[in-house]
């Protein structure tokens, strides 16, 4: 009898789940470090965009109880069922992930990990915590949101995670694509 003992190789599902739990874990730990950051070091309501006109980006200290931007803080009902819609919705699309693909792996990831850190402060806050604001101050028109709503990480996290979902779902069906982009 030998001393190693052989072990099969590790499915492409496992593999993907270790890329996705990596991605998720990266995200949600950087979305609260940083927001840690932000409440040590910025008090909360003392960044006002007064004096800013001018200034594109700044850190600032908000506090978000609705959805994206703010949307339905009015509604507290449907801002605690919309994350609730959104892990079915994660739960769902990650049977149709291409199991051979790292990027879609990590967009998941991205996506999942993103909804962590955001569930995480509505859960221990109250509210999420937003710290990035633009202000597109130069274009020579008014739009409803040319002072960006302040966002986070995790909201970063999101968009890029569900942009990349979007590209690779297109891109792999393809006839002429790799399978594993």
């Avoid at 309501?45 to 703010?70: I, K």
């Amino acid at each position: 009898m030998s001393a190693f003992v052989e072990t099969e190789p590790m499915s492409q599902r496992a593999q993907q789940l270790i890329w996705i739990v990596a991605a998720a874990f990266a995200v949600a730990a950087v979305d609260q470090i940083t927001k840690f950051i932000i409440i040590r070091a910025i008090p909360y309501g003392s960044v006002t965009f007064e004096g800013r006109e001018a200034v594109f980006f700044f850190f600032t200290h908000e506090r978000n109880t609705g959805l994206m931007g703010g949307m339905l803080h009015h509604k507290p009902l449907l801002v605690m069922i919309a994350p609730l819609a959104a892990i079915a919705v994660l739960a769902y699309l990650f049977r149709h992930l291409n199991a051979g693909s790292r990027v879609q792996s990590l967009a998941y990831g991205f996506v999942a990990g993103g909804a962590i850190g955001n569930l995480i402060d509505r859960f221990f806050r109250g509210s999420v915590v937003d710290f990035l604001q633009f202000h597109f101050y130069f274009i020579p028109f008014e739009f409803p949101w040319k002072r960006y709503p302040a966002f986070n990480v995790a909201d970063s996290a999101i968009c890029t995670g569900v942009f990349l979902l979007i590209v690779t779902w297109y891109w792999l069906d393809r006839p002429h694509v790799s399978r594993t982009v």
